[in-house]
């Protein structure tokens, strides 16, 4: 079947160490649900479409817009859908997650939480300013500073930590 989802990945990777980006726009065909596939990071999602992302968790609660998901999702699947939806996903290692997003991974404890609750008003910028971008280069590059601004502004992980999650990366477990 046909990709329902066109997906844009960076020229370049990010400057910062442990974030990964796509971008995802819905091609209107389709409005079944897709699996989210796990992984070992916490995922951010800013959505700027004309419709809402809706992410559904293991417990059946619907959560729209833009939103952080933890470390792995937590226990059982997401199922993603939306319709006319264009999204920037961040995928952050531990290491940083904290200083970029102010709470713990830890604190999420594999939820979905609304990115509104996190950040507030400046949300509603971030969504503004990628929506005007012109392009998918443009909206990674100023995702990119986003991330690098709010990491600078915060203390970095211990370095027992960090050494702990490379043991894990690395073993794949």
């Known amino acids: 079947s046909a990709a329902v989802w066109d997906v844009a990945r960076p020229a370049r990777p ?28 916490v995922t951010l999602a800013v959505e700027f479409g004309a419709g809402p992302l809706i992410v559904e968790d293991a417990a059946g609660r619907q959560h729209p817009g833009s939103l952080v998901a933890g470390l792995g999702f937590g226990l059982g699947a997401f199922w993603v859908r939306g319709e006319n939806f264009e999204a920037v996903q961040v995928r952050l290692s531990p290491l940083i997650a904290r200083a970029i997003l102010g709470t713990s991974p830890a604190d999420l404890d594999g939820a979905v939480v609304s990115l509104d609750d996190m950040w507030g008003r400046e949300v509603s910028r971030i969504r503004e300013q990628l929506g005007e971008a012109s392009s998918w280069e443009d909206r990674f590059a100023m995702t990119d500073m986003l991330l690098a601004r709010r990491l600078q502004s915060r203390s970095s992980v211990d370095p027992e930590v960090a050494w702990a999650w490379h043991q894990i990366v690395v073993s794949r477990g």
């Open 14 to 41: 990010s400057r910062l160490a442990g974030v990964t980006m796509a971008g995802f726009h819905d091609r209107g065909v389709s409005r079944a649900a897709h699996r989210a596939v796990p992984h070992p990071a």
